[in-house]
């Protein structure tokens, strides 16, 4: 009788710590879930955070997609040439640059600039004029246009680092990078030759009002 009821008070407990087990795993795979619900851009805190963050990030996808467009006009008329094995360089950094921006907004349901179809035009039809004008032409308009984007971006990590630092550190490290990859391409167009082209500074300075001029268009509409 002892034997038995031993038997099945041992049976009951290992049914009882199996299915509490088991119970335990179900509560705490929600709370790993939703432990980290975001991938770079944390929950913002209010509307005004909100419409902050997506007036960045909208600006900052328009300028890496008109990027990727200039660079498609200057391998278009260039690409053949010995200088499109560098353009084609720094077009599949800005491809990757304009692939992260797309992952970035889809996951935080942020509503690109409907000026989009604009800049597809506006930025092929500049890669493509400029370097029309030879390989100093693409690179002065590399220069001005990574400078100008350069800029905008160390002004987004000045804001960032005044708001919180901790909260946006995935969001800081994206624009750093992608800004000393846009440095880079800068120095590159200055080691090839860009002020060289006739009209340098006037063509430099026409493409970075029209830089700034997109800036706060696409961040607004």
Not at 27 to 46: G, M, N, T
Not at 182 to 211: F, R
């Amino acid at each position: 009788m002892q034997r038995a009821a031993r038997t099945v008070f041992s049976d009951w407990s290992q049914t009882v710590s199996s299915a509490m087990i088991r119970q335990s795993l179900k509560c705490r795979a929600p709370l790993q879930h939703s432990s980290r619900a975001y991938s770079v851009l944390p929950p913002p805190r209010d509307n005004e955070e909100k419409e902050m963050m997506h007036q960045m990030l909208r600006v900052d996808h328009a300028g890496e997609y008109g990027a990727n467009r200039i660079y498609a006009g200057q391998m278009a008329v260039l690409g053949r040439t010995t200088t499109g094995p560098l353009i084609q360089q720094m077009w599949d950094q800005e491809k990757k640059h304009l692939a992260k921006f797309n992952e970035i907004i889809a996951e935080n349901r942020v509503r690109p600039t409907v000026l989009l179809p604009i800049w597809n035009i506006a930025g092929f039809v500049l890669g493509a004029s400029t370097a029309l004008l030879g390989k100093e032409g693409a690179m002065a308009c590399t220069v001005a246009v990574e400078e100008s984007i350069s800029e905008h971006y160390n002004s987004q990590i000045r804001a960032l680092m005044e708001r919180d630092p901790e909260k946006y550190t995935e969001l800081l490290q994206i624009i750093k990078e992608f800004r000393d990859d846009e440095m880079d391409h800068h120095d590159t167009g200055l080691e090839h030759d860009a002020e060289s082209v006739p009209g340098y500074w006037l063509l430099k300075n026409v493409i970075q009002l029209g830089c700034k001029a997109a800036i706060y268009v696409s961040q607004r509409v």
